[in-house]
């Protein structure tokens, strides 16, 4: 008998499905053999457990019933439901007020404070948001580590690793001021220098030194420190020491680029950024690099020194004027100059045509190398 | 459907006997709020406190029906200490407080007495859940539609698409010895 049988028989036995004479067959069964009477006891027990289940998923069910009808479906019961609150809660609930009004105290001190100090630094930044200075900035290239590396036959990994000059940080111009080697360019381009180059179309680089600094009307005056250096001779152009006329054609010479550039436009102001007295707003245009070049009239005489532009309005560009830098010049004491500056008077580009006089001009018009 | 407005003890007790729905109605209306009030307040949710008071309720009613319980104190006492009691167990598997910590609402029995029938019931009971569970369909479905549901072999039959009630009574037999073996190597394995 396998114990599928097994578990029919009794089955039908407990449903009271057997005969008198299977009854008694079965009893005596149970008695006798201990496989049948071990499995019967199983079967009792799985029941037994079959039963538990059976009725506790039922009660389990009811109760369910029971609580949602009682406790979640009619709110009204809960209402004697009085769950303690925790000290936390009571302590909130009693400083809740407190709380927010000190919480928005201080949301608002820190925004409006930081809002106010945006404000107040944007009032002062503006000047410098709108009105762009010019030098030109140079990526620096990064140099590679062979230059410190040995090859196995021992030379140098570079040849002539002394010509391998270092790249400027920034660039600018300037022009000459007199024979003697003075030479002006924008206070910006060389505020944070180490040391300052010029060089020029034909080639001629000199070493130069700083003179005397004006960084509220954004000049510099320098003066050439190299041994080579003898005079310049004959300036081809005349400071002017007027102010010039609105509509005056213009134009300047520059380095936005390794080469010069020539650029034209007319004096479009005869004032400058917010009203700056010493300068001119002009409608050339220009680029990072221009700063310190030469702003020229028709005639060939010098009326400016370009020093930036504002930004977000076209075609307006700013030169300090000419005049200021006369008198500048002519307030620079002993003290400050060795030597005197003589700004030349005589014009030799009057009447020329353009090309000509920028021919006769331009190997005075210099690149300024900033390093640093 | 009237419902009664009050039950003595012993009313209850007897309603519970005689399947009295009544009865157990108003018992669990009548205690829940303790138990609420006693897990909120010893860190437990509402949702952990249906539970907790459920067990407890199913505890006392399964034990009228054993006619097992020796009953010498109110109900009211009897349920929080049960209640209690399996708190504490869910409180030490979270192993968040020992047991020094609660904070006690009501009287309470010590029931070691009892401890061992409730276990071996709920041993039984979540046996055989995990039985049934890993049983799978549609042996499941048809032995607790045989044997909890006591629905008869033709209705089985036809809601299980079998050829006839012959055809059922082999499946029925084929799952309870599957269901036989399932539950008592579980059983065996827990002890």
């Known amino acids: ?372 | 459907m009237h419902k009664a407005l009050y039950f003595s003890d012993e009313a209850i007790i007897h309603g519970i006997v005689n399947d009295d729905e009544e009865a157990l109605a108003y018992l669990y209306r009548l205690h829940f709020p303790m138990i609420l009030n006693f897990i909120l307040t010893n860190s437990g949710t509402e949702d952990e406190a249906k539970d907790i008071y459920q067990e407890s309720i199913i505890v006392f009613y399964e034990k009228i029906k054993a006619g097992s319980l020796e009953l010498n104190c109110q109900i009211k006492t009897y349920i929080y200490s049960v209640s209690r009691r399996l708190w504490l167990k869910k409180l030490a598997e979270k192993s968040k407080y020992s047991s020094a910590s609660i904070n006690d609402s009501d009287a309470y029995l010590n029931l070691l007495s009892d401890a061992a029938v409730i276990d071996e019931n709920d041993q039984k009971f979540s046996t055989m859940a995990q039985a049934l569970n890993q049983l799978g369909e549609p042996c499941r479905t048809l032995l607790e539609d045989y044997y909890f549901q006591d629905l008869s072999m033709q209705l089985i039959t036809e809601k299980f698409g079998y050829t006839n009630a012959d055809n059922t009574k082999n499946q029925k037999y084929k799952c309870l010895m599957r269901l036989k073996k399932l539950f008592f190597s579980l059983y065996k394995m827990q002890e």
């Open chain 1, 1 to 372: 008998m396998t114990e599928r049988e097994t578990f029919v028989l009794i089955e039908r036995y407990l449903a009271g499905e057997l005969n008198r004479a299977e009854e008694i067959d079965f009893d005596q069964h149970r008695q006798n053999d201990p496989v049948f009477a071990e499995r019967y006891r199983d079967y009792q027990e799985l029941f037994g457990a079959m039963h538990v289940y059976k009725n506790r998923t039922a009660l389990k069910q009811k109760l369910q019933t029971i609580h949602t009808t009682e406790f979640e479906t009619v709110p009204e019961t809960t209402e004697a439901v009085e769950p303690v609150t925790s000290s936390w809660k009571i302590f909130w609930n009693q400083h809740f007020a407190t709380m927010a009004v000190a919480a928005s105290v201080a949301v608002i001190t820190v925004f409006g404070s930081l809002l106010s100090l945006d404000a107040w630094r944007s009032v002062k930044k503006q000047q410098n948001a709108r009105y762009s200075e010019l030098r030109r900035e140079v990526d620096q290239i990064k140099r590679s580590q062979r230059a410190l590396i040995q090859d196995i036959s021992g030379k140098p990994s570079i040849p002539n690793a002394k010509l391998a000059l270092r790249p400027a940080s920034f660039i600018g111009t300037g022009f000459v001021l007199s024979s003697s080697g003075y030479f002006v360019t924008s206070y910006h381009v060389i505020k944070d220098a180490d040391s300052v180059y010029i060089e020029n179309n034909k080639g001629l680089r000199y070493k130069v030194k700083e003179v005397y600094k004006d960084k509220l009307h954004d000049l510099a005056i320098l003066k050439i420190a190299d041994s080579s250096f003898t005079s310049f001779g004959h300036l081809p152009y005349a400071f002017k020491s007027s102010t010039a006329d609105l509509g005056e054609k213009v134009y300047t010479l520059g380095f936005p680029r390794e080469d010069m550039v020539y650029g034209e436009g007319s004096l479009s102001s005869r004032t400058g950024f917010e009203g700056d007295s010493t300068a001119y707003q002009i409608s050339i245009p220009v680029n990072p690099g221009n700063s310190g070049g030469p702003l020229i009239d028709s005639q060939g005489n010098l009326i400016g020194i370009i020093s930036g532009k504002q930004r977000e309005q076209e075609g307006a560009a700013f030169a300090i004027k000419s005049a200021y830098l006369k008198t500048l010049i002519q307030g620079m004491g002993q003290d400050t100059l060795k030597e005197p500056i003589n700004l030349s008077r005589r014009n030799n580009l009057a009447g020329l045509a353009r090309t000509q006089q920028i021919k006769k001009l331009q190997d005075y018009v210099f690149m300024v190398k900033i390093y640093n």
